[in-house]
C-alpha cells in the first residue's frame, strides 16, 4: 500500500513511518469500513483523493457534513432534485422493484411477510413503470383487500409516516449522478427515517441501473452508515439489497462514527478497516471491542491486545486483514478551491394546471383510465415525463388514487379514480 508506483493510486495520507500512504484501486474493491471519531471527517478526505485520482465517486451524505467539505471540489446535489428519480421503477423494472422493497424492509425494519407485501404492490407500479412512493404503495396495499390483518395495518402505518417524502426533482438525474463524481445529499429530509428510506431507495436505483448496462461509479461512500447498519435482534427480512450491493463492481466505504450497536453485517463486509486512534488506544489497551471485528476469524489469530501501539489524536490505523498489513497514518489535508463554482439554478416552476385540469377531467369521465393510458393519450401533446410526474403528484398529493374493482381479474393494471380532494381541484380548476 505504500507504494513506489503511484498512477492511478489514491494518497491517503502520511505513514506513521515515513512516506505517503496509497491505496492502488484494486485495494479499495472488496470494501472498506472507517469506524470510530472522526471516520466522517477521513470519508470526505478519502472522496477527494479517489477524485483526484481519477475514480468516479458517489457519497451518500446523511447529515449534510460530507457535502459541506466536497461541495467546493465535488458536484453536490439535495436529495429533492433525485428522489423523484430513485422512486421511478423504468431500468430493470422488475429488478428495481425487489430492490426497492428490499429498501424499505430495511429502512423500516419490516419483517419477511412485509416485504412481500411490498414486493408484491412494487411490481404491479413497475408494470406501468409508476412510482414507488409511499402514497402508491399505500393506495397498491388497499387495493383488493388481499393486505389485511394486523401485519398489513402496521405496514400501512408505517408508509403514513413517511408522507413527507414528497415526488420533487428531474428525471434522470441519478444516472447523471453515476456519470462523474457526485455527493448525494440527505439532510433536507424531514426526519431520520425518510432519510433512511430516500438513501435505500437511492442506492436501490443505482443497482438496478447499473443491471441495466449504466457504468457504476468506481467509489461508493456512505457516511453516518451505522444508521442503516444497526444491530437488530433478530434479522426478519431478507438482505437482497446488501447482498446485490456487495456483489456490484463498485468498491464500497462504509463510514461510522457510532460503534455500539453496530450490525455483524456492517462489520463482515469488508476485509480492510481503518480505526480511529481514540477507538484503537481502546481496543489495544483490552478496554472494549466492536461485535466480532477482534475474535480470531478477522485478526488472523493475532492478538491485538498485546500490541503496544499508541496512536496520537490525529492518526488512524489501516488494517487489511486479506494481506495481513497493517499501517499507521495521518490523514493528509487538502487545501480549499479557489475557483468558486456557480450556485445551482433552482429548478424552474412550471405552470402545469392546464395539465392537471385534463389528468382529472380523464379520470373523472373514465371508468377504466389507468396511469399508463392518461400517459398514453396527454403525451400526444405534452413530454411523456411531464405527464408521469403530474399523475404521481396528484397520486402522492392525494388528489388520485388507483382502484382495481372495475379492472378484469386477468389484468394486472388498476384504474386511476379521483379523490374528494381532487373533485374539489377540478371544481376550483374548472
Not at 432534485?81 to 429498501?103: G, I, P, T, W
Not at 453516518?224 to 426478519?236: G, K, Q
Amino acid at each position: 500500500m505504500n507504494a513506489t508506483t503511484t498512477t492511478g493510486a489514491v494518497w491517503l495520507g502520511h505513514c506513521r513511518t515515513g512516506g505517503r500512504l496509497y491505496l492502488r484501486p484494486d485495494e479499495l474493491r472488496p470494501g472498506m469500513n472507517l469506524i470510530g471519531h472522526g471516520a466522517n471527517s477521513l470519508a470526505a478526505v478519502l472522496a477527494r483523493a479517489c477524485d483526484e485520482a481519477g475514480m468516479r465517486t458517489l457519497v451518500l451524505d446523511f447529515g449534510g457534513r460530507l457535502s459541506e467539505r466536497l461541495s467546493d471540489r465535488l458536484e453536490t446535489r439535495s436529495f429533492g432534485h433525485f428522489l423523484y428519480d430513485s422512486m421511478r421503477m423504468e431500468e430493470k423494472a422488475s429488478l428495481n422493484a425487489e430492490l426497492a422493497a428490499s429498501a424499505y424492509t430495511m429502512a423500516l425494519n419490516l419483517s419477511f411477510e412485509q416485504e412481500g407485501f411490498l414486493n408484491s404492490a412494487i411490481q404491479s407500479i413497475a408494470l406501468e413503470q409508476g412510482v414507488a412512493s409511499p402514497a402508491s404503495l399505500s393506495d397498491q396495499l388497499n387495493l383488493t383487500g388481499e393486505f389485511r390483518g394486523h401485519t398489513a395495518d402496521e405496514l400501512k402505518g408505517k408508509l403514513g409516516a413517511l408522507r413527507s417524502l414528497n415526488l420533487t426533482g428531474e428525471t434522470g438525474l441519478v444516472r447523471k449522478m453515476m456519470d462523474k463524481s457526485s455527493v448525494a445529499n440527505f439532510a433536507a429530509a424531514e426526519s431520520h427515517q425518510a432519510a433512511e428510506v430516500a438513501v435505500m431507495l437511492f442506492l436501490a436505483k443505482v443497482l438496478a441501473l447499473s443491471a441495466s448496462g449504466a457504468k457504476p461509479p468506481d467509489v461508493l461512500i456512505i457516511g453516518e452508515a451505522n444508521r442503516i447498519f444497526s444491530n437488530l435482534p433478530v434479522t426478519r427480512h431478507s438482505n437482497r439489497l446488501l447482498t446485490t450491493l456487495l456483489s456490484s463492481e463498485m468498491a464500497r466505504v462504509f463510514a461510522s462514527e457510532a460503534t455500539y450497536g453496530l450490525d455483524h453485517h456492517f462489520i463482515e463486509t469488508a476485509p480492510t478497516r481503518i480505526l480511529s486512534s481514540s477507538l484503537w488506544n481502546e481496543v489495544s489497551g483490552g478496554r472494549s471491542s466492536i461485535g466480532g471485528l477482534y475474535s480470531p476469524q478477522h485478526s488472523g489469530g493475532r492478538n491485538f491486545t498485546e500490541s503496544a501501539l499508541i496512536l496520537s489524536p490525529n492518526m488512524f490505523l489501516l488494517q487489511d486483514s486479506a494481506r495481513g498489513y497493517e499501517e499507521a497514518f495521518v490523514p493528509r489535508n487538502f487545501e480549499p478551491l479557489t475557483v468558486e463554482r456557480p450556485p445551482q439554478e433552482p429548478q424552474p416552476e412550471r405552470d402545469d394546471k392546464g395539465l392537471v385540469k385534463q389528468i382529472l377531467e380523464i379520470a373523472s369521465t373514465y371508468e377504466k383510465a389507468t396511469r399508463g393510458s392518461i400517459v398514453s393519450y396527454l403525451s400526444v401533446e405534452n413530454p411523456k415525463e411531464e405527464v408521469e410526474k403530474t399523475i404521481d403528484r396528484l397520486q402522492s398529493d392525494g388528489y388520485l388514487t388507483v382502484v382495481g374493482a372495475d379492472v378484469k381479474r386477468d389484468s394486472p393494471l388498476h384504474s386511476v379514480r379521483l379523490t374528494q380532494s381532487g373533485y374539489e381541484l377540478m371544481k376550483r380548476l374548472g
